[in-house]
């Protein structure tokens, strides 16, 4: 607490997440509250506890990880994570409107499902065709590659090739 307190971070990745079912008719509710807060409030909550020392040293950058699924819809059970991650797309675009001036860079990387899946399980033939979690890591990269000029806002990563049914 005490580093945050006086000298703050330079970078901010928010990457945790999780995928619980849920649509309008299933689920259980508060699974829906807590993948709206791991997923959504989480990010929020510490974008805004550690940005502030970011725009005093006039200089910072946040990665949110955002999916697929904030610019598709999803089908199924999907519909509470889709919507957790609408939720971070609106506030990762809009943070990074406000802070534009400041020379904190803010950007979101909406990734295809990755292999292995975040659960860790082992990845089933129907995921096969994934996107590499290096994939995001060198995404992660991109706004640190660029000038100062120059803020990757959003980055979408897909597949190259469709999965086979």
């Known amino acids: 607490r005490e580093v945050l307190k006086h000298a703050g971070v330079d970078v901010l990745v928010n990457n ?26 989480g990010p929020m909550r510490l974008t805004r506890l550690l940005t502030p020392k ?34 971070l797309r609106g506030w990762s675009l809009s943070i990074y409107e406000s802070l534009r001036e400041t ?18 399980k082992a990845a089933d033939a129907s995921s096969q065709a994934s996107i590499k979690p290096s994939d995001v890591a060198e995404t992660c990269l991109l706004p640190f590659r660029v000038s100062a000029e120059c803020v990757p806002a959003e980055a979408t990563l897909r597949l190259a090739v469709r999965p086979s049914a």
């Open 16 to 41: 945790a997440g999780c995928m619980m079912p849920g649509n309008a008719t299933e689920g259980n509710l508060d699974d829906f509250d807590r993948q709206m807060y791991l997923n959504l409030l």
């Open 103 to 120: 020379h904190v860079k803010v950007m979101l990387i909406n990734a295809a499902f990755l292999n292995p899946p975040a659960s860790g």
């Open 54 to 87: 970011m725009v005093d040293k006039g200089r910072g950058t946040i990665i949110n990880i955002g999916s697929l699924g904030a610019i598709e819809p999803m089908s199924g059970l999907n519909a509470v994570y889709a919507a957790s991650k609408h939720g």
